[in-house]
């Protein structure tokens, strides 16, 4: 932890409000789009995020400071947004978020597109040739792209949002999802596999599933 990360750690157990509004305001959008992995819903998302920020205030003393201060706070969130879910059985259970994806057998890889190494046998479409009819100013991509993201089951859905969006690091995101580094790769592969295939429907033309 470094001296200016301790330093507002201190000023949040003090107390502080000009620290705490600093904190809210510097996460709590992305907390609300983490919840709604879990919950659809936006407003249950909100609820749910309110109440992570409640323990974060409540629970400051028991944070060591082992992992970042960010991803503590994104467990919590993780944590009370899946419990809300379940609750309100909105998903499915998260033991079976474990299993396939979709129902398919290969759990949601495009195994033909890569080889042993990992790398594309057959890479994605490039992006010359896009045209403004196609994809009007890149926001019907960005539209879509966004549509499939909210597709996704919860657990991948959150791994992109904290790895790739939020830009934590893979250490931080298991730790906020409580996963290992190893389901962690599967579970961004997945997402990642899909997204890039809605990607490559809409660059080729086609409409994506």
Known sequence: M?????????????????????????????????????????ATAEEVVQEAWLAVVTGLDSFTG???????????VVNKARTRAVRDARVRNFSDLRSTFDGDENGGF??????????????????????????????????????????????????????????LDAKEVCEALG???VHL????????TRLRAAVDAIVSGQVPA
């Open 110 to 167: 495009d195994l033909d597109r890569f080889a042993q190494s990992g790398a594309w046998m057959d890479p994605p479409l490039p992006w010359q040739g896009v045209t403004p009819e196609r994809i009007f100013a890149g926001r019907q991509l960005v539209a879509l792209v966004a549509e499939h993201l909210d597709r996704l089951p919860p657990n991948q859905r959150a791994a992109v949002l904290l790895r790739d969006v939020q830009g």
């Open 66 to 76: 082992a992992a970042p201060l960010r991803s503590w706070i994104a467990a919590i």
């Open 2 to 42: 470094t001296a200016e990360a301790a330093e507002f750690i201190a000023r949040l157990r003090a107390g502080d409000q000009a620290a705490f509004r600093t904190l809210v305001t510097r996460h709590h959008a992305a907390l609300v789009r983490l919840a709604r992995s879990f919950c659809r819903i936006e």
């Open 185 to 192: 790769r599967v579970l961004l592969h997945r997402a990642r």
């Open 179 to 181: 996963v290992t580094e």
